[in-house]
């Protein structure tokens, strides 16, 4: 039989002897007796009744006492019946059926259903009021209609044993709660070596064993009934709490689930503080329900001090480890460089060259190599000392190093022989290098005990173009160019050319410093003119299959690490980015395991082919010249390629230039009739965030790699979190700004640009904005430039262009004919074919003259393929369409270029505005600059104007034009119609006009003044 519970035991008690009270009250007569009650009742109704009628009788109003008798009976369900008898038993009236009801009750006494109230007139009883009552209701019917006493006691009965039951429930709970788990379950938990606490489902505790209460010091009675997060728990240790401000059992009682097991630390009473384990299990009714946890606590203190040792071990163990590695790298650095240059030494060189030469035959491209020997090397040494020619040695080692690329190698031969190898280089090209570095050495001019040195130099070259494909005997050739220059005066360029041999059968010379030669295949010029990193290296395919050669082995790490270490220090030249990018393509892998090793190599060619194609197109990541961006690519295994990006400005770049490599590679490619997609995984490093050596850089892009191999195929990564963010926020983005047009997020404002003279506004510049529905307003500087790399600007420009035309036509339409339009062209618009052409179509479709638009163009489109720009511009140009130069003196090629273009407007950069005209050296650069460009015939017009003392400045500078926040914020389409027909420019120039009578002590700056008044020289 089960056991029923304690509680349920004593509710049932207190509830019984609450009725018996009750009961005990009745009989005594402390209750009353609602029978009594009724019958007075009934009394006092039929003596009113009596009242009422005998009133209505006395005043002959027999209708009305009728119909009251008939409404008694009909509204009060207690009386069946009313009747009014003479004191003979004559009726006088009644209502219907009053003798069926009435019976035949006889005497004039009254009962509790028949009620007789006698009536008066004159002192004298008149008649008698006959009222029939319905029979009192018995006990049960009196239950059930809720008006007895008994019904009271169901009452109590029902609601009172709830109610007792949780009062009792919560009573218990707080004066003993142990009681609640029996004394021999407690004396086998109290045996237990590991705490153990037991709570309710308000984590009150009514159970704590001996071993929790020895280790924290606390007594029974500070333990039971209370909670336990109450206890001295330090929070800060919480190793659960993954952000939440909660404890484990609370977390387990809240969602049901168990929380993984950790550790809390405890402030004990007697120890101190003290480290748990903490595991928490729910304790379970048989229906599942949670009716409370069971903790179980264990004392890992000591255990945490070992492994406070262990760790400070193991960091010991990891620094021992990375001083390990580190002195790896220097004898590995030891191994492969000669120590004085750090440039590769001749064993790693002769490596090194052999897989430059394999990578050759694998692209069909030819390879150039150069011999570099000082002259008179000796009579340095003799002259002026072995330290001075270790100097020597250095100082051309470091002239090789900035003259070549990242992907070309250097190596110390021997002595004061260098040799070079140019990957990828013909010998024309070659020529050209040698010559350059040949008088960059002849130039270069040393300081203290050397300043009197003239160092020269002699250079053989030699290339794949004789057919040799032999490193060996490619430095060979080299080196007997480099015999004859030195046996035909010094300071000479030899190559050797099979073809060109005399009779003795020795190459002849092609280059001599300070003579006259029959034989120009290099241009002859008298000294370094320009950075020899900025030649414009080119490149065309052996004359040879494409099946003739075959990639034997992969490129070693010495020359993968000696290629990062040059563009690592043209990064640090030139304060740029470097990234490394780890390339695994699995597809590679999985064709040679289920097609065959041939079907494999086809495959790497394709996927090497591509990649190395992403860098030569015209609109690619890197399409500047002459600004140190360069991409080499490596093949260093199987199924992976390492590719170096030097020369990048922003993440992005790295972004446009993943996200181009991996829609190339996923274009399906035929191979023998079988369709192939490949997919690739690339990591990435970036210098000097990840890095800021090549071995680091390396490691840490691989392990970028192995973490995007784990997201699945087709992913990315950036070994830097933040980078990795800000690289998939540019992608989501990108990917929004393809619908941006059609969602009617873009769209266009106008910025006056006010004429100085008149204050009339002669021309507005359309500027692209973009109210994305997440980030709010985007920055143009960053959406434009992830519309350039994604190649949406095409279709996003030609939209500007309509919609900046339409917006004139309507102001030309309003009276506004003199009005011009300034629109933006971006440098990656230009990669069009038919640019000219399009913007034409759109210019005649809308019915403006092009003379009245003025396309803005920065520096960088002119740095772009000049041919190709200047065909686009003077097209352009003959239809009539005007130029300005924005950006005006930030770039370094303004001046260079003015004179091969039709810039009619130059557009000072906001960024003078900046200290001007405080800054006298501000004033200083923008009065020559407008001085510059009147002399040339040009326009000017200053941007980032926010203040009146720029405004007047620039007024007795001529300036041509203002624009900025003083004269107008940009405007919406129906702003810019109200500005236009407001004077509120016209009163700002008057006001201007009108400060040039203000004595010249009330302004600023004297030194400002002065300029004002003093021509710029």
Request: contains cysteine; negative net charge.
């Amino acid at each position: 039989m089960p056991s029923i519970s304690p509680i349920f035991r004593i509710t049932f008690g207190v509830l019984l002897l609450t009725i018996s009270l009750l009961l005990i009250g009745d009989i005594l007569g402390f209750v009353p007796n609602q029978e009594a009650s009724e019958i007075n009742a009934r009394k006092s109704m039929a003596e009113s009744l009596a009242v009422h009628v005998s009133s209505d009788i006395g005043e002959n109003r027999i209708k009305s006492a009728e119909d009251l008798l008939s409404t008694i009976v009909k509204r009060n369900k207690q009386i069946q019946s009313v009747a009014l008898v003479s004191k003979t038993g004559h009726t006088i009236m009644q209502s219907d059926n009053h003798q069926q009801y009435w019976g035949d009750k006889e005497g004039e006494n009254s009962t509790p259903t028949h009620m007789q109230v006698p009536i008066y007139a004159a002192q004298k009883r008149w008649g008698t009021l006959q009222v029939k009552f319905a029979p009192l209701g018995s006990q049960w019917s009196e239950l059930f209609a809720g008006r007895s006493f008994f019904t009271m006691i169901v009452f109590i009965v029902v609601a009172g044993f709830g109610l007792y039951w949780l009062f009792l429930r919560r009573v218990l709970s707080e004066l003993d709660p142990k009681s609640v788990v029996p004394e021999r379950v407690r004396s086998a938990l109290d045996i237990l070596a590991e705490g153990l606490v037991m709570l309710d489902t308000s984590e009150r505790i009514i159970f704590t064993n001996n071993a929790f209460k020895k280790k924290s010091g606390f007594l029974d009675v500070e333990l039971i009934g209370k909670r336990f997060s109450s206890l001295p728990w330090d929070m800060e240790s919480h190793t659960l709490l993954s952000g939440k401000e909660k404890l484990p059992w609370n977390m387990l009682l809240e969602t049901g689930e168990i929380p993984p097991v950790g550790y809390l630390k405890l402030k004990t009473r007697t120890q101190g503080t003290l480290t748990f384990d903490i595991n928490t299990t729910p304790i379970k009714a048989p229906d599942q329900k949670i009716k409370g946890v069971i903790v179980t606590i264990d004392d890992i203190t000591e255990l945490e001090r070992k492994n406070k040792d262990l760790n400070h071990l193991l960091d010991r163990l990891k620094k021992s480890q990375e001083e390990i590695s580190r002195q790896n790298v220097i004898l590995h650095e030891l191994a492969t460089h000669d120590p004085l240059t750090h440039l590769l030494n001749r064993r790693s060189l002769l490596e090194g060259m052999e897989n430059l030469l394999a990578e050759a035959r694998y692209q069909n491209s030819e390879l150039s190599c150069m011999m570099v020997d000082i002259d008179f090397f000796k009579s340095v040494n003799d002259n002026f000392g072995h330290s001075a020619g270790d100097t020597v040695i250095q100082t051309i080692a470091e002239i090789l190093r900035s003259s070549v690329r990242s992907e070309d190698i250097i190596g110390r031969y021997g002595g004061e022989e260098f040799v070079i190898v140019l990957p990828g280089v013909d010998e024309p090209s070659a020529l050209k290098i040698a010559e350059k570095i040949r008088l960059t050495i002849a130039n270069r001019e040393f300081d203290g005990m050397l300043e009197n040195l003239k160092v020269t130099s002699c250079l053989g070259v030699s290339s794949t173009e004789s057919g040799e494909w032999v490193g060996d005997k490619l430095i060979d050739h080299a080196d007997q160019a480099l015999y004859i220059a030195k046996q035909s005066g010094r300071n000479r360029v030899v190559c050797y050319r099979e073809k060109q041999k005399d009779q003795t059968g020795m190459p002849i010379q092609t280059k001599d410093a300070g003579k006259e030669h029959t034989l120009q295949t290099v241009e002859s010029k008298p000294a370094v003119s320009e950075s020899v990193t900025q030649v414009q290296y080119t490149t065309r395919s052996a004359a040879l299959s494409s099946s003739t050669f075959e990639l034997t082995e992969d490129l070693s790490r010495t020359v993968i690490l000696d290629r990062m270490n040059q563009a690592q220090r043209l990064a640090q030249r030139n304060r740029t980015n470097l990234s490394v990018l780890s390339i695994f393509i699995d597809t590679i892998q999985r064709t040679n395991n289920t097609m065959g090793y041939a079907m494999a190599e086809k495959l790497k060619r394709i996927a090497y082919e591509r990649l190395t194609g992403i860098f030569r197109s015209s609109d690619s990541i890197l399409p500047e010249a002459g600004t140190g961006k360069s991409m080499s690519l490596s093949r260093s295994s199987d199924s992976e390629f390492t590719a170096i990006l030097s020369g990048i400005d922003h993440v992005e770049d790295t972004t446009w230039a993943i996200f181009r490599m991996l829609k190339e590679l996923s274009v399906p490619v035929d191979i023998d009739g079988n369709e192939l997609v490949m997919t690739a995984n690339i990591g990435v490093g970036v210098y000097p965030v990840d890095g800021e050596d090549a071995e680091t850089l390396l490691s840490n892009s691989k392990m970028a790699l192995y973490k995007a191999i784990e997201k699945g195929r087709g992913e990315y990564l950036f070994y830097n979190k933040e980078m990795n963010h800000l690289s998939k926020l540019s992608l989501k983005i990108e990917s929004q700004l393809h619908q941006a047009i059609e969602k009617e997020e873009l769209y266009l404002n106008y910025q006056p640009i006010v004429n100085m003279e008149t204050g009339r506004i002669e021309k507005f510049e359309a500027l692209l904005r973009w109210k994305h529905p997440e980030f709010g307003l985007v920055s143009p500087a960053t959406f434009i430039e992830i519309a350039e790399h994604a190649g949406i600007i095409k279709s996003i420009g030609k939209w500007v262009i309509q919609r900046a035309v339409r917006q004139l036509k309507t102001w030309h339409n309003n009276g506004h004919s003199h009005l011009l339009m300034s629109i933006n062209l971006s440098a990656v618009q230009f990669h069009q074919t038919h640019l000219a052409d399009d913007i034409i179509e759109i210019v005649d479709q809308e019915g403006v003259s092009p003379q009245s638009i003025v396309f803005e163009l920065t520096e960088t489109v002119l740095l772009k393929s000049v041919d190709h720009v200047r065909k686009i511009i003077f097209q352009l140009h003959e239809a009539g369409f005007g130029f300005a130069l924005d950006d005006f003196g930030t770039g370094y090629s303004s001046l260079e270029h003015l004179h091969k273009f039709p810039i009619q407007w130059i557009k000072i950069d906001k960024s003078f505005m900046d200290d001007f005209p405080s800054d006298v050296h501000a004033v200083s650069i923008v009065s020559g600059l407008i001085g510059l460009s009147h002399n040339l015939g040009m326009h000017v017009i200053t941007e980032g104007i926010e203040n009146e003392s720029q405004l007047l400045i620039l007024r007795n500078l001529k300036c041509d034009e203002a624009q900025g926040y003083l004269l107008s914020r940009p405007l919406s389409g129906t702003d810019a119609t109200i500005f236009l027909d407001t004077t509120g420019s016209h009163r700002m120039i008057r006001k201007i006009n009108a400060s040039q009578d203000v004595p010249a002590k009330e302004l600023d700056s004297r030194s400002v003044v002065e300029i004002l008044n003093t021509p710029p020289v």
